[in-house]
């Protein structure tokens, strides 16, 4: 569980690091579209996250109080096949590129988000300190 002002920055933190992950496997799927056979991957997150936060604020009365309730051992990063008997292509592959390339720039945008976000925090604690 977190605790008091670095809750924010400890789920930040987490989702940052599954947002990282998915850009790593979209970068592979990327790099794999000519592989026969290969099937697209990605990352299961958001469920987790959503029930972690679910579960820890069953008695909360704040989200401040709910996000440093969390437990972390719920939250997972999961990789997973992507329609694994599906193919679009006659060689097995079921990569398209161009989804490929519009998730991966639309995760770049939601992991720059939560960087600043993560910053936010740090400048706010910046501000009391000062």
Do not use: C, H
Request: proline share 1%.
């Amino acid at each position: 569980m977190a605790t008091g002002a670095f809750g924010y920055v400890n789920l930040l933190t987490t989702a940052a690091n599954a947002s990282w992950a998915r850009e790593e496997v979209l970068s592979n799927n990327i790099a794999n579209v000519d592989t026969p056979n290969y099937k697209r991957q990605d990352i299961e997150f958001t469920t987790f996250l959503e029930n972690a936060l679910q579960r820890a604020g069953s008695d909360a009365t704040s989200l401040s109080q709910r996000v440093n309730n969390v437990n972390y051992n719920d939250i997972a990063i999961r990789t997973y096949t992507d329609n694994s008997t599906l193919s679009y292509r006659t060689d097995g592959n079921n990569v398209d590129l161009s989804t490929e390339n519009v998730e991966l720039a639309s995760e770049q945008l939601n992991y720059s988000a939560l960087i600043d976000s993560i910053k936010n925090e740090f400048n706010r604690f910046g501000y009391v300190i000062k």
